[in-house]
């Protein structure tokens, strides 16, 4: 194979991915997981077509790298993040390493499939969160079922990361106003907003408490910060527990908190505030279209040609059902546009308080 000349004397693949994760973290903002997201991709890179000079690489290379992962069955996905991957590194070797690289725009991306979107019902979410114990055999408080339930309803009334979550501190929170600043995805900092019940179930757990650490979830005894770790298996014990087939996870709680805003009418553009999505485009790709109900009424009160005929055999045509205003619609019926403030209602008589035990009673 055909190298460009000077290609030898050009440092690795290997060699430059540290200086390259340096860079985005730095200069970039990239998150952690981002960043060991990236780590993965270039090993990748380098088991499918060599760890080689990155001056050696040619298109003939990107053809058998699709090919390798065409091979193994990687999905669209992930094939995506491995040649964006790779597009970066090559644009960061050519703008900041002065190299003589492959040009990035000889790599051509598939586009991302569309994901279906799934998350809980209110029903789902019953039956998930009554299976959380709260006292232990004793009667005494449960302190890791406490903890538990406090995140799970933290990433359910506020749309939060889990990520964002765990490193949030308790006193970042301003109970008054059911707020809190945080530095989101990409190392940005934004507002993010509790529902009255996610900020009493902190409350709870917080009382509970007796160490003196600073994170807002902690392990056992307040020895260290909750990670990522710590959260999986519960979530999973609980998911057996309730008996629900759908992978329950905390982007599955973040779904699901998106999900309720728009079906109870929350503008497109707010709920991309609330999740701190950076671009709109992200926020449509993901939900919109999800609300079926929403998208019949409206295409019944809009799409009107003009005033009710009789057909030409003069059998008349039914009237449409009446309009009915949202605000007065009775339970069981589609829900009436949300309150203003996060688009979640706050007199606990919404979605979220479908089921009992909604408040914390401890």
Not at 96 to 124: F, G, M, S
Not at 287 to 313: E, N
Request: proline fraction near 6%.
């Amino acid at each position: 194979m055909d190298t460009p000349s000077g290609a030898s004397a050009a440092p690795t693949l290997a060699q430059l991915v540290p200086k390259f994760l340096l860079y985005a973290r730095a200069e970039l903002g990239f998150a952690e997981q981002t960043l060991i997201k990236y780590a993965d991709c270039f090993r990748q890179i380098g088991k499918m077509i060599g760890d080689r000079p990155i001056a050696s690489y040619t298109k003939n290379d990107i053809v058998q790298l699709k090919a390798a992962m065409l091979a193994k069955s990687h999905s669209a996905s992930r094939q995506v993040g491995i040649l964006s991957a790779f597009k970066r590194l090559l644009l960061y070797c050519r703008e900041h390493e002065q190299l003589d690289v492959l040009d990035p725009e000889l790599i051509v991306v598939p586009k991302r499939p569309r994901r279906e979107v799934l998350y809980l019902t209110a029903a789902e979410v019953e039956q998930f969160v009554s299976t959380i114990r709260l006292t232990n055999l004793d009667d005494r408080v449960s302190m890791s079922g406490l903890r538990f339930r406090t995140l799970v309803e933290t990433l359910l009334g506020s749309g939060m990361r889990i990520s964002e979550v765990l490193s949030l501190d308790r006193d970042r929170i301003d109970f008054k106003d059911r707020e809190a600043r945080i530095i989101g995805k990409g190392n940005k900092e934004r507002t993010v907003f509790f529902t009255d019940r996610a900020i009493a179930w902190i409350g709870c757990y917080l009382r509970a408490r007796t160490d003196d650490h600073p994170a807002l979830f902690v392990t056992e005894g307040g020895r260290s910060r909750l990670s990522r770790d710590d959260v999986w298996r519960p979530f999973s014990r609980y998911r057996s527990a309730a008996g629900l087939r759908k992978r329950v996870t905390p982007h599955l709680l973040r779904h699901t908190a998106a999900t309720q805003l728009l079906f109870n009418g929350c503008p497109i553009g707010h709920i991309k505030e609330i999740l701190g999505h950076q671009r709109l485009e992200t926020t449509c790709r993901y939900y919109l279209g999800l609300d079926h109900r929403a998208a019949k009424q409206a295409h019944q009160k809009y799409l009107v040609y003009g005033p009710i005929q009789t057909d030409p055999v003069q059998h008349p045509i039914p009237p449409a059902e009446p309009q009915v205003n949202p605000a007065s619609r009775t339970a069981g019926s589609v829900p009436a546009l949300a309150e203003s403030r996060g688009c979640l209602r706050q007199d606990n008589t919404g979605p979220w308080s479908e089921y009992r035990g909604a408040l914390p009673t401890l």
